[in-house]
């Protein structure tokens, strides 16, 4: 009796090193990143063609806390989730929020970043006299924010707002301001950027870290960010790295590396370095 329990107790020790085996054998060697390239600072493409940015740096850092091989691609912004579903690459990381919309369809890690979404104007509009506030508004506070929402709109009654498609700013602005605002659609957060300096509308809604990277720009130097910021609701559980669903050793990999970076302030002092802010989400 004493044999077969032995004997039972080295084929569990077997079997648990034999599994521990094939984990280790299932951990990807190399994996290919997918960015947009185009959302200043998360993400961009500089004079020279080469990806940079606040999100290329802690890529860069997660695939060497992974001992992983990492390749950096662009892609445009429309195109991350069915070029990642079919195989084209293995990660999203471009500013992307963790909502429930976008989770029916693929995977995502814990967040790596939180930060609100807010307008920006010409300092001499009436948006724009507000100026910024630190204020934050929670979403799932609906009162609260529905008080934000009526403070704002009639500064903004009539006002032409260009927001990036295909995003949850465009969700938020047509959901609050649907009936206050004409929205005017851009591929990209550049582009809207482009006709709020020329004047061919009158603010640009982003998350505060896009517009601080665009206002900097000499040539915003009359633009302001307006008003207070929004996070939640809408807006998910803040960015994270997208993912297949199927890929749940490459998803644990990313969790341990992005829970590494929160700890050890890395997260911190990139965000810091592109935005002079920390986005890092509350360990």
């Not at 909502?99 to 509009?125: M, N, V």
């Not at 939640?232 to 669903?245: D, H, N, Q, S, V």
Request: glycine share 8%; net charge neutral.
């Amino acid at each position: 009796m004493k044999f077969n329990r032995l004997a039972a107790v080295a084929a569990a020790l077997s079997m648990f090193g034999f599994m521990h085996t094939a984990l280790a054998e299932d951990a990807p060697k190399a994996i290919t990143i997918a960015t947009e390239g185009a959302y200043a600072p998360w993400n961009f493409t500089n004079a020279d063609g080469k990806l940079d940015g606040l999100e290329i740096d802690l890529a860069n850092n997660l695939c060497e806390r992974m001992k992983v091989k990492c390749t950096i691609i662009a892609q445009d912004w429309d195109g991350l989730i069915p070029a990642l579903k079919v195989g084209k690459f293995d990660v999203i990381m471009a500013g992307m929020f963790i909502t429930p919309k976008r989770l029916e369809t693929i995977d995502f890690t814990q967040p790596y970043a939180i930060d609100p979404g807010g307008f920006a104007a010409a300092k001499d509009s009436e948006l724009g006299k507000l100026g910024a506030s630190a204020e934050k508004f929670k979403m799932d506070d609906e009162a609260a924010t529905k008080a934000a929402i009526d403070k704002l709109k009639p500064l903004l009654k009539g006002k032409v707002v260009g927001v990036q498609a295909a995003t949850a700013m465009l969700e938020f602005v047509k959901k609050y301001f649907g009936d206050t605002v004409e929205i005017r659609e851009y591929k990209t957060t550049e582009q809207h950027d482009l006709d709020l300096a020329a004047g061919r509308i009158d603010a640009i809604f982003a998350q505060k870290t896009a517009l601080a990277a665009t206002l900097a720009k000499p040539e915003f130097a009359n633009f302001t960010v307006a008003g207070p910021g929004f996070v939640g609701g809408l807006f998910g559980a803040g960015t994270g790295a997208g993912l297949r669903k199927e890929d749940t050793k490459l998803k644990q990999m990313l969790n341990d590396a992005i829970s590494a970076a929160i700890a050890d302030g890395t997260i911190k002092s990139i965000s810091e370095k592109w935005v002079k802010t920390d986005v890092t989400p509350v360990k």
